[in-house]
C-alpha cells in the first residue's frame, strides 16, 4: 500500500472532533445505511446482554438498538471525543432513572484498532461506516473478536473500492497529492473476518448514488461529516482557485439530466464468534503422529 494513502490518524481525530455540530445534518447516507442494517437484524435471533457500537459517531444507531434489545447495554465508542458526547447526549437524564440493573449507555472515547473493553465482554459489535477509516482493517476485526463473546456477533457496514469515483477521476492528474481515500474490496474483507477467527461471514454490498447541483455541494457534504480528504498524501494546503476549476471541470462529465451524481459502493457484512473452542487467529495446529509400540 502507498504510504499516500494511508490515513493520517490524529488529523482524522481533529477532523471528527470538529465535524461533531455539523454531522447529523449533513449525515443522510449514514442514517440511511443505519436504517437498512437495523432492518437485517430482523433476520437475525439473538438476544444481547451487551452491545458495543464500534466508531458510533453521534450515535445515531442507539435509539433503534435499544429499541431491539432494550435489556442491553450499550457502549458507544468513537475516535474523537466530542462525537462520544454527542452520542450520550442521545440518553436522556430520565431514561437513566429508569435504566434496569445493568442496562443503559455508556460512551467512551477510543480506538477501534485498540478497545479499551476487557476480552469476552461484549456478545454483539455493531460498527456502521467507520471500518473504512482503517488503514488496515484486520486489526480491528482481531480486536473486535477478542471483545466479543463465543456465540457473539459482528455486524458492519463499510465502503467500497467505486466510492466517490467520479471525484477520484476528477482528481486524477490535477496535482501530485492524494485527494480521495482508499476502500478495500468486500472480498478483501471477508478474508480478514475469516483470518480473524470468524465464522460464516456474509457479505453483500450494494451501489447508492447522491446527485448535486455542483461539486461544491459534495465537498461541503464531506467536510460537515469530517470525511475530506485525511491521507497522508493530500496537499499542505489548500488547494486553489486553478485545482478547484480544473477539477469542477473533469466533474461536469458526469453530469447526467443535470444533476452530479456521486456514487458510494456500501458493503455490508457480518460474521460470528465460534462459541466452541478455537485456536487463536493466525495459530495453526501442529499434528503429532507416534508411532505405535510393538505388539499393540
Not at 493520517?8 to 454531522?23: G, I, M, Q
Not at 447529523?24 to 451487551?50: F, G, N, S, T, W
Request: with cysteine; glycine share 8%; aromatic share 8%.
Amino acid at each position: 500500500m502507498s504510504d499516500e494513502r494511508l490515513v493520517d490518524k490524529r488529523t482524522l481525530r481533529r477532523s471528527f472532533e470538529r465535524a461533531a455540530a455539523t454531522y447529523d445534518a449533513a449525515a443522510v447516507l449514514q442514517d440511511e445505511v443505519c436504517r437498512r442494517m437495523l432492518a437485517r437484524l430482523d433476520y437475525i435471533k439473538l438476544a444481547p446482554a451487551a452491545i458495543l457500537d464500534a466508531g458510533s459517531g453521534t450515535g445515531n444507531a442507539i435509539a433503534g438498538l435499544h429499541a431491539r434489545y432494550p435489556r442491553a447495554r450499550l457502549v458507544a465508542l468513537d475516535l474523537a471525543l466530542a462525537m462520544a458526547r454527542r452520542a450520550e447526549g442521545r440518553w436522556p437524564w430520565w431514561r437513566r432513572l429508569l435504566d434496569r440493573r445493568g442496562a443503559g449507555l455508556a460512551a467512551v472515547c477510543g480506538d477501534i484498532e485498540r478497545l479499551p473493553l476487557a476480552g469476552a465482554s461484549a456478545d454483539m459489535v455493531w460498527s456502521n461506516l467507520a471500518l473504512q477509516w482503517i488503514d488496515e482493517p484486520q486489526r480491528a476485526f482481531a480486536e473486535i473478536n477478542r471483545v466479543l463473546r463465543p456465540g457473539g456477533l459482528l455486524m458492519f457496514s463499510s465502503f467500497g473500492p467505486d466510492t466517490l469515483k467520479e471525484l477520484r477521476a476528477a482528481y486524477r492528474g490535477a496535482d501530485g497529492h492524494t485527494h480521495v481515500h482508499r476502500f478495500v474490496d468486500l472480498h478483501d474483507v471477508g478474508d480478514m473476518l475469516v483470518v480473524c477467527g470468524f465464522a460464516d461471514p456474509v457479505m453483500d454490498m450494494e451501489i447508492v448514488t447522491l446527485n448535486y447541483a455542483e461539486v461544491r455541494e459534495l465537498m461541503r457534504d464531506l467536510k460537515a461529516i469530517g470525511a475530506h480528504n485525511l491521507t497522508r498524501g493530500r496537499p499542505g494546503t489548500l488547494g486553489g482557485k486553478s485545482l478547484l476549476a480544473k477539477v469542477t471541470q473533469n466533474y461536469e462529465t458526469f453530469r447526467q439530466d443535470g444533476r452530479l451524481p456521486a456514487t458510494f459502493e456500501v458493503v455490508y457484512g457480518h460474521a460470528w464468534k465460534p462459541a466452541g473452542h478455537r485456536l487463536p487467529a493466525g495459530v495453526k495446529p501442529v499434528k503429532v503422529h507416534l508411532p505405535q509400540r510393538e505388539g499393540r
